[in-house]
């Protein structure tokens, strides 16, 4: 979508065009988003059971310097950080830099070029999607499932 902004109306208009499109995500957001789960409005108190079943209660406590720093050197957190990493490194380095190869090195026009960069993003969804439906963790794999739109094996 963007690459035939850019050439239909050039790259400064596309930022024009997709502008409102942010701001009005980012407004939905501030809107939408909460803190913590019981104070949504849309999640019932049967929901808010079921989150909170087995938990030890939060204990919110002082701010401390001390427990903020402690933190990011967490173990948990730092295997996350790595794998976060780990994973996304070279989705990262394909979604920055695989247009501006494809165009310059390749010889691709932009819209070719455009067109086999979202492959890779819709490449990503799907996997997104198969892993979640591997591990039953949302309903969207489930209805893409029974829409035939994808065939996951059982």
């Known amino acids: 979508m963007v690459t035939f902004l850019i050439i239909k109306f050039g790259w400064r208009e596309s930022f024009y065009a997709l502008a409102p499109l942010g701001i009005l ?15 949504h409005p849309a999640i019932t108190k049967e929901e808010i059971n079921l989150i909170n079943a087995g938990r030890a209660p939060a204990d ?14 967490a173990a948990d957190v ?14 990262y380095m394909f979604s920055n830099w695989l247009f501006t190869y494809l165009v310059e090195s390749r010889g691709f026009s932009l819209l070719e070029s455009g067109w086999l960069h ?3 993003r819709l490449q990503r969804a799907l996997t997104h999607v198969r892993e979640s439906a591997d591990s039953h963790a949302t309903p969207c794999a489930d209805v893409w499932a029974r829409a035939g739109a994808v065939d996951f094996p059982q």
């Open 78 to 91: 730092l295997l996350l950080t790595c794998s976060y990493f780990c994973s996304n490194y070279v989705f």
């Open 25 to 39: 995500c980012g407004a939905w957001w501030y809107w939408y988003g909460r803190d913590t789960p019981s104070e």
């Open 118 to 120: 979202d492959a890779c």
């Open 60 to 73: 919110y406590g002082l701010w401390s310097p001390w427990r903020v720093a402690q933190g990011p050197l």
